[in-house]
Nanobody, 124 residues
């Protein structure tokens, strides 16, 4: 069992930066693949980024490539999402999710554990 808690969301102007963190409790988190997803009002949850268990592989949605960077520190049981050059269309609730299988999939239903989310609002 893994519990995930996101933090770091907030209000930022377009062009600004935020760093989200996802802290995990529970054993063997270092063996989990972790993903970030987001959901804007009236829209479906969408993939943002994912990282392999050792951080050696990352996968990004085209909409965030070159602006967002995902990393992890297994010694702290924490995964990060550095978001730069933020745009108003990045406004959403951001969720982290974890799965035991190694593939850094983009499909939300293939992740078992989810956090409660953190709100990111980008003003124009």
């Amino acid at each position: 069992q893994v519990q995930l808690v996101e933090s770091g969301g907030g209000l930022v102007q377009a062009g600004g930066s935020l760093r989200l963190a996802c802290a995990a409790s529970g054993h063997s988190f270092s063996m989990y693949t972790v993903g970030w997803f987001r959901q804007a009002p009236g829209k479906e949850r969408e993939f943002v980024a994912a990282i392999s268990w050792n951080g050696g592989y990352t996968n990004y949605a085209d909409s965030v490539k070159g602006r967002f960077t995902m990393s992890r520190d297994n010694s702290k049981n924490t995964v990060y999402l550095q978001m730069n050059s933020l745009k108003p269309e990045d406004t959403a609730i951001y969720y982290c999710a974890a799965r035991t299988l190694p593939t850094a999939t983009m499909i939300p239903s293939q992740y078992i554990y989810w956090g409660q989310g953190t709100q990111v609002t980008v003003s124009s």
